[in-house]
């Protein structure tokens, strides 16, 4: 039975317009990916198939994510979002084109979320004010990219190519990798329902990890909203704009929003956006364009395309509604 809920703000409901369900989202054992058992392996492709074609996000579990990784990264995120230490944050406030590094606190009717975005690949980025960040972050990144490479070889061959084609299509080994650390609500008191208003992402794939659950909500293939709660230690996987694009909507991306809870609890996320070569073209394959499915967006270099609404790199947004031909 799927039912509907809504997030309790202090003693009020939230707007009903935030109501979503809680609907089962698809598991993917990652180690049966890698598994030398050709059963194992052909089930858990099977089920990567559907979950790509299907839903456009899933779970990732028994993945290889240390355990000691993920709790010094909350840890140091914790720590640098002190509400004591606010005036020294400020110093990573964006203020070039070319900075590496973006801090920014929002409480308004549209956003509340204090954040930090830094860019961790192809050379990682964090503030000077920190001592251990930049160690926890590298570990973190690294072996995120490990499990994001494992995710391209498979649906590779969900998608009828050799286990490289992602990789070499995107060119992920100079892939830009951007990891937004976010605490909701903000220190300061939240102002609206909304921690982060409807979007998709640009890249490859969006890999989530956080300290507590709820608040995140996904807009299916069925037009219906649904409640996010990540198992214990579970990645979030969530298919990007490029990967819909790459795959000329064979593989689409989905809206997604945070709803917060007026402050009741703070709750942590730690998202990467897995992004091709700056430098890399993306276009629809001609394998996945026919009579039938026409190209269905245009071509253009990642680092375009994150352009496109007037952004830098670092702000990672999307511009699939540029993109898009229909």
């Given amino acids: 039975m799927v039912q509907t809920t809504s997030f309790l703000l202090g003693d009020h409901q939230h707007n009903d317009n935030y109501l979503a369900s809680d609907e089962e989202i698809p598991t993917i054992d990652y180690s049966m990916l890698l598994s030398h058992d050709t059963d194992q392996r052909s089930i858990a492709l099977e089920l990567l198939a559907h979950a790509c074609k299907e839903y456009g996000f899933f779970y990732l579990v028994n993945h290889t994510m240390p355990d000691d990784v993920l709790k010094n990264i909350l840890k140091d995120i914790s720590d640098y979002f002190d509400p004591s230490t606010l005036d020294e944050r400020m110093i990573s406030h964006k203020k070039y084109p070319s900075d590496k590094i973006c801090w920014q606190l929002n409480a308004n009717d549209g956003e509340n979320r204090e954040y930090l975005k830094v860019i961790a690949h192809p050379k990682d980025q964090v503030p000077s004010n920190t001592i251990s960040f930049g160690k926890t972050t590298e570990e973190y990144n690294n072996e995120m990219r490990k499990i994001v490479a494992g995710l391209a070889r498979a649906m590779s061959k969900n998608l009828g190519f050799d286990e490289n084609y992602i990789e070499k ?11 937004a650390m976010n605490i909701y609500p903000p220190n300061s008191e939240a102002k609206s329902d909304i921690g982060l208003p409807d979007h998709t992402d640009p890249g490859f794939v969006i890999t989530l990890m956080q300290d507590v659950n709820g608040g995140l909500q996904i807009l299916s293939h069925k037009g219906n909203w649904i409640n996010v709660y990540i198992p214990h230690h579970a990645i979030l996987i969530q298919l990007g704009d490029h990967l819909e694009i790459l795959t000329n909507g064979k593989y689409k991306s989905h809206l997604h929003r945070v709803i917060v809870n007026k402050n009741k609890v703070k709750r942590i996320s730690i998202v990467t956006l897995h992004g091709p070569s700056l430098d890399k073209f993306i276009v629809p ?27 830098k790199p670092i702000d ?10 229909v």
């Fill in 169 to 179: 299509a995107f060119q992920m080994k100079l892939g830009f990798d951007v990891i």
């Fill in 285 to 311: 394959d001609t394998k996945f364009v026919d009579d039938e499915n026409p190209q269905n967006y245009i071509g253009m270099t990642y680092k375009k395309s994150l352009e496109a609404n007037g952004n």
């Fill in 316 to 325: 990672a947004q999307s511009s699939l509604e540029q993109i898009k031909l």
